[in-house]
């Protein structure tokens, strides 16, 4: 692979991670789900017991994210690219406002995701937050649960 064609990938997995980010402040998890690869794996490495540290698969993705347009509106900020020397893999750094619509909270997220990418769909997904911020906008470590197993 020559210098340009590693650069035009790597431009290339970028815009698909931020597409990816774009979708889900509008709400639109069809378009969303298309990012994904049918074997991708999501996975969040620091969420508390009993929520779901992987999902295998876009329709286990799909039923986990269903109702993420009714509980909450956000927005990604200031993202950051680190890169990497394989252009199909994505370190991204970022922060978010957002607005637990259940309770009328706001509060603001950092990120940190390392995404793989293959046939140009996201593959794999590590996403690194802190899940203390969004137990206590959606009211606690009870309801928030509740959001995330429905």
Known sequence: MTDLDTENVRTR?????????RLLEEGRLEEWLDLYHPDSVLEFPFLPQGWPAELEGRAAIAEHMKHFPEQ????????TFVETA????????FTSEATALVTGRD?????L???WTEDGLIKRYRDFW?????VEALGGTEAAAGAVTD
């Open 113 to 115: 995701s390392i995404v």
């Open 13 to 21: 997995t970028q815009e698909l991670f931020l597409r990816n980010l």
């Open 86 to 93: 394989d252009p199909t893999v994505v370190v991204a750094e």
């Open 130 to 134: 802190n899940p203390l911020v969004i």
């Open 107 to 111: 509060f603001r997220q950092s990120y």
């Open 72 to 79: 909450l509106r956000v927005s990604f900020r200031d993202v």
